[in-house]
């Protein structure tokens, strides 16, 4: 059936909700998951400023120096995306675009989850290069990436998958 109809025709989507109460339902859901992810970054983001100003930064190889400064600007990047959807809020509340704002706040939460799993990863790789013995390092690494790979995407995307009704 396609939703062009009569009320009896209507195709069902499960809500009875307007377009803007859709874009408000949606605007709230998006920042209570961005606020969990913002906490997340942004500890771990303050956390890797105060390392260059430890001694033993001084001590680390060039290869982890470089691990070091590629994880802080992944920080910063992953922290300006998640931020972003509430900037993109106030600067365009009032203006009748809550639903395009809600499309690209997502885009943004989208790309700084990506950025975190970044982050995450590279801070990963330089604490276990620091801690343990390298030889072990990449595998854990990698273990640990997968995980986030699963619990991140591919469970969320197999639920969408399997329970999302064809339209």
Not at 12 to 41: C, N, S
Not at 58 to 85: C, F, K, N, R, S
């Amino acid at each position: 059936m396609s939703g062009t109809g009569s009320g009896a025709e209507a195709e069902y989507t499960g809500r009875h909700e307007t377009e803007e109460e859709r874009a408000d339902r949606k605007w709230g859901e998006l920042i209570q998951e961005v606020r969990v992810a913002q906490t997340g970054v942004q500890i771990l983001f303050g956390f890797l400023l105060t390392v260059v100003f430890t001694p033993k930064y001084e001590d680390l190889p060039h290869t982890d120096q470089v691990i070091y400064i590629v994880t802080v600007v992944l920080g910063a990047a992953a922290t300006g995306a998640l931020i972003g959807p509430v900037s993109l809020h106030r600067l365009v509340v009032g203006r009748r675009v809550k639903p395009q704002a809600v499309e690209w706040a997502s885009r943004l939460t989208f790309v700084g989850l990506v950025l975190l799993l970044a982050t995450m990863t590279a801070a990963l790789l330089l604490i276990l290069r620091v801690a343990t013995d390298d030889t072990y390092v990449p595998w854990m690494v990698g273990g640990v990436v997968v995980w986030y790979l699963l619990c991140w995407f591919v469970v969320p995307m197999l639920t969408r998958r399997r329970h999302t009704s064809k339209k």
